[in-house]
């Protein structure tokens, strides 16, 4: 059964630090997302992309961070100065299409991104 | 604003003792509640999507109901294997009222199977 991977399991960094958290989402969905979790609390929202741009964002995704689709099968994350407050699960997830019946989103096993 | 209410936060169970969990939501037009399982560390696996008022779906010892404002997922017969976070969550929309898909989800039921 096709499903959403992620690159790598676990990274610790630096503070003030870049780190590219990667994904492969499912080969023939359209819709991409990011997603993180703190420690004990919700799921939240950070990006979603389509059609190579992206389609919204949260407050949370400030200019520190970005995301690329570079080839037909990666999907990255990127955060250019990391803060100790970045430090949480990180998700990417994806979905077929637009239309009612392709609404559910699949998601990866979650990069942990620990910032020291 | 759009908001999605889990309840109870946590829940102990015996093995064979069946329950339910509750998933609250206010939003405007909905397009689907899903229903999510989530293991320690892991991402969130895909259990339901319910769509409409009265639709009902059903995986192994799993049963989700949809309401106008409520979803109820029914556990009978739990087992330890059981044991995960559950999270529900809708489709949201932005300020101008279109939806690419994100996604607003619950705080989670924990629930625990005790042998």
């Known amino acids: 059964e096709p499903e959403v991977t992620q690159t790598p399991s676990h990274q610790v960094t630096q503070m003030g630090q870049e780190v590219i958290l990667r994904c492969v989402p499912i080969s023939n969905h359209l819709y991409f997302y990011w997603y993180r979790q703190i420690l004990g609390q919700k799921v939240e929202f950070l990006v979603s992309f389509y059609n190579n741009e992206i389609s919204e964002k949260s407050e949370i995704f400030d200019d520190q961070f970005s995301v690329e689709r570079p080839d037909g099968s990666n999907f990255t994350l990127k955060i250019r100065s990391t803060k100790l407050e970045d430090s949480a699960m990180y998700f990417c997830?994806?979905?077929?299409?637009?239309?009612?019946?392709?609404?559910?989103?699949?998601f990866g096993p979650g990069t942990r991104l620990t910032v020291t | 604003e759009d908001q999605v209410t889990q309840s109870p936060e946590a829940l102990r169970l015996q093995e064979g003792e069946s329950s339910s969990l509750n998933c609250s939501y206010t939003?405007?037009?909905?397009?689907?509640l899903f229903w999510y399982r989530q293991d320690p560390g892991k991402g969130p696996e895909f259990l339901f999507t319910?769509?409409?008022a009265g639709e009902e779906k059903e995986k192994e010892r799993l049963k989700a109901t949809l309401t106008k404002k409520e979803s109820f997922l029914h556990i009978t017969a739990p087992k330890p294997e059981d044991s995960a976070t559950y999270l529900c969550?809708?489709?949201?929309?932005?300020?101008?009222?279109?939806?690419?898909?994100?996604?607003?989800f619950g705080q989670g039921t924990i629930l625990t199977v005790h042998p």
């Open positions: 997830a994806s979905r077929k299409g637009l239309n009612i019946a392709s609404y559910e989103q699949y």
């Open positions: 969550a809708v489709p949201t929309s932005n300020a101008g009222g279109t939806s690419y898909g994100k996604l607003t």
């Open positions: 939003v405007s037009g909905l397009r689907g």
């Open positions: 319910l769509y409409s």
